[in-house]
């Protein structure tokens, strides 16, 4: 399967700072990826879908100013927090391949 | 195990015992599911799937079975062993091939 990398791990920021989360496809070139936040003890819930060279479609409720999704090749997707405030606290997490999904490792984001 | 709210169900079970593993799904029109295995502060990770034509599937020390009637998924584990603790969530997909994930359970494995 493809093997997908996050960085970072985990965040800390200040409230009203932005914060990027980079999501790298190793072996595999992704024209499509996907972001999902997980909250405690919940599942994970699909933010947006990025697509490769155009914008990104995001789900019904996801602010599209407040996470800023680019995908500039075919192997990284990255997402910008802006403005981030502690109720954007939360698991962030990539993931490639349609049907099959293959996921990076997670970003723990904790806005302070 | 079933739930109400937003807590996981958790499913606590003695290391050797067998474990199953429920989910429901609500959309008739899908056609692929998905067993996925998340510990604590990663992400998920794929152990097995199923498409609609089949009703079983088995890998090692997994099985899934799908109920298309009842729109019901299960996750066998034989042997469970301490390392299986983790979070499970089946995840379906239809025409769009992205998954939609369910509640998820949590399994206690104790040694």
């Known amino acids: 399967g493809a093997v997908v990398s996050q960085h970072p791990s985990w965040v800390i920021c200040k409230s009203g700072t932005s914060v990027k989360i980079e999501c790298r496809s190793l072996?595999?070139?992704?024209?499509?990826m996907f972001w999902y936040r997980q909250f405690p003890k919940q599942s994970l819930m699909l933010m947006a879908t990025?697509?490769?060279?155009?914008?990104?479609?995001?789900e019904q409720g996801v602010e599209k100013d407040k996470f800023l999704i680019n995908h500039a090749s075919l192997t990284l997707s990255t997402l910008t927090v802006t403005s981030a405030h502690p109720e954007d606290s939360s698991f962030y997490i990539c993931?490639?391949?349609?049907?099959?999904?293959?996921f990076g490792q997670g970003t723990r984001l904790t806005v302070v | 195990g079933e739930s109400v709210g937003l807590h996981l169900p958790t499913l606590s079970v003695q290391e050797g015992d067998n474990s199953i593993i429920n989910c429901a799904y609500s959309?008739?029109?899908?056609?692929?599911f998905i067993w996925y295995k998340q510990e604590s502060g990663k992400g998920p990770q794929f152990i097995i799937d199923?498409?609609?034509?089949?009703d079983k599937r088995q890998g090692q020390r997994v099985t899934v079975l799908l109920n298309k009637t009842v729109k019901h998924l299960s996750l066998q584990i034989a042997a469970t062993q301490p390392g299986d603790s983790a979070v499970y969530f089946c995840?379906?997909?239809?025409?769009?091939?992205?998954?939609?994930f369910g509640r998820g359970t949590s399994l206690i494995v104790h040694p």
């Open positions: 995840a379906e997909t239809g025409g769009s091939y992205i998954p939609t």
């Open positions: 990025s697509n490769e060279g155009s914008k990104a479609t995001y």
């Open positions: 959309n008739s029109a899908s056609d692929y």
């Open positions: 072996d595999f070139q992704a024209t499509t």
């Open positions: 199923i498409r609609s034509n089949m």
């Open positions: 993931s490639v391949g349609e049907g099959e999904a293959f």
